[in-house]
């Protein structure tokens, strides 16, 4: 089935550590992106790609960084950086006209 | 900046109710606006709205825009416990990426 794939599901960090979240799709779409909720926050957007090799910082970027190697993969790092990194975080991809999929999204706690 | 609003940001009724959700905006060359139904995890596709004044309809749930005031509203009539969950808003700005501006969202709770 074509789809995203968010692994993992929940995470827990440790204060000071790297994690790295992954973001699969098969649905050959350009465009992917990475989205952080928080309660009553709605979604933001920490980074976008367009194309394979080339990426673009959104709203809330800092303590962040990702990679777009392949087409299919867009992984987000979240750094030590980030002062306040407990969140739900949803990967996005999609095709013309706004036509956005998530995928199920994968909660972090920094414990 | 491109800006979207949501109202209310949440909301408690009973089944059998009806709502309406509403979404402003202000967003370079505007093209489109979506509505997202989200339960747990991930946001789940409900319409696109690109003409003004053509309602959407999608059994209990249907949609409208109106460009001109620039705004949208999501009915949804005869409420069930099911339909409990974050209502998103959402719109591209122009040009050729299709990053989406989200609202904060409604909390709807539809109580039995």
């Known amino acids: 089935d074509g789809g995203i794939t968010q692994s993992p599901k929940y995470l827990f960090r440790k204060e000071g550590q790297n994690v790295t979240l992954s973001c699969e799709q098969n649905l050959n779409h350009d465009a992917m992106y990475w989205y952080r909720q928080d309660p009553g926050q709605g979604l933001r957007l920490i980074y976008y790609?367009?194309?394979?090799?080339?990426?673009q910082k959104g709203d809330i970027a800092e303590g962040y960084s990702v990679s777009r190697e392949k087409k299919e993969s867009f992984p987000l790092t979240v750094t030590s950086a980030q002062k306040n990194p407990t969140a739900f975080y949803l990967c996005?991809?999609?095709?013309?006209?706004?036509?956005?999929?998530f995928g199920q999204g994968t909660r972090l706690t920094v414990v | 900046e491109d800006k979207v609003v949501q109202s209310p940001l949440s909301l408690v009724v009973h089944e059998g109710d009806t709502v309406t959700l509403n979404c402003s905006y202000e967003v370079t060359n505007f093209r489109s606006l979506l509505w997202y139904k989200q339960e747990k995890k991930a946001p789940t596709f409900l319409f696109m709205l690109?003409?003004?004044?053509i309602e959407k309809k999608s059994g209990r749930l249907s949609s409208i825009l109106d460009k001109k005031e620039l705004f949208s509203i999501l009915n949804i009539t005869a409420t069930q416990t099911g339909d409990s969950a974050i209502y998103l808003c959402a719109a591209p700005p122009g040009g050729s990426n299709y990053k989406l501006t989200f609202g904060k969202g409604t909390l709807l709770t539809v109580n039995p």
């Open positions: 996005a991809s999609s095709i013309a006209q706004g036509w956005t999929f």
């Open positions: 690109t003409s003004s004044g």
């Open positions: 790609s367009q194309i394979v090799n080339d990426f």
